[in-house]
């Protein structure tokens, strides 16, 4: 009974691989290298690799790996790029070398700025979103008691307070909106 699980999990299994069975055969070391270098991959990725191909026979050429890698990274480790993951709200990877570190990290942080204020004005919208249909499903109806009266007050006072901040969110979101280079 323990092969039960390992084919319930098998296609799982697969689809963790970092290379196709494709891949693996085509032999494109430095491409591949590239893209991983691309996408801010480490040196210890390449063990991924070995896994994947392990099982075709099949071992990567490390140094066309590694040479495609540092093309790659060149086009990683850029300010802009780590502006645009920072703005994403994605992870940059501490591949770089470290005389970049300082650009890079502000380059992130800047973009991290412009994800976070997004993230706020998304979630205030979202609010204001759920106070207006409120209003409209239950206290749009002309004899209010006073107590639907005070909660209407209070939520479309909540309303503008929210716009505020939107207002507010978007004028310092501009700030973010370009990483000046």
């Known amino acids: 009974m323990r092969i039960l699980p390992v084919l319930i999990f098998a296609p799982f299994l697969a689809a963790c691989a970092s290379l196709t069975e494709e891949q693996c055969q085509s032999g494109n070391w430095s491409g591949i290298g590239y893209n991983d270098g691309l996408n801010g991959r480490s040196l210890e990725y390449i063990g991924n690799h070995f896994e994947a191909c392990a099982d075709l026979g099949i071992s990567p050429d490390i140094g066309a790996w590694q040479a495609g890698r540092e093309q790659g990274l ?7 790029n780590a502006y645009i993951t920072g703005r994403n709200g994605g992870n940059f990877n501490n591949v770089c070398p470290a005389s970049q570190s300082g650009n890079l990290t502000l380059a992130y942080s800047w973009g991290g700025e412009y994800y976070d204020i997004t993230q706020e004005i998304m979630i205030l ?5 759920e106070i207006e249909l409120i209003i409209v499903t239950s206290l749009s109806h002309p004899d209010l008691t006073p107590e639907q009266a005070a909660q209407l007050a209070q939520l479309t006072s909540r309303i503008r307070l929210i716009n505020l901040k939107l207002r507010r969110l978007t004028r310092q979101r501009e700030r973010y909106a370009f990483w000046p280079s």
Do not use: G, W
Request: glycine letters at 0%.
């Open 74 to 80: 060149l086009r990683y480790c850029t300010p802009e």
């Open 125 to 129: 919208t979202e609010e204001k979103h």
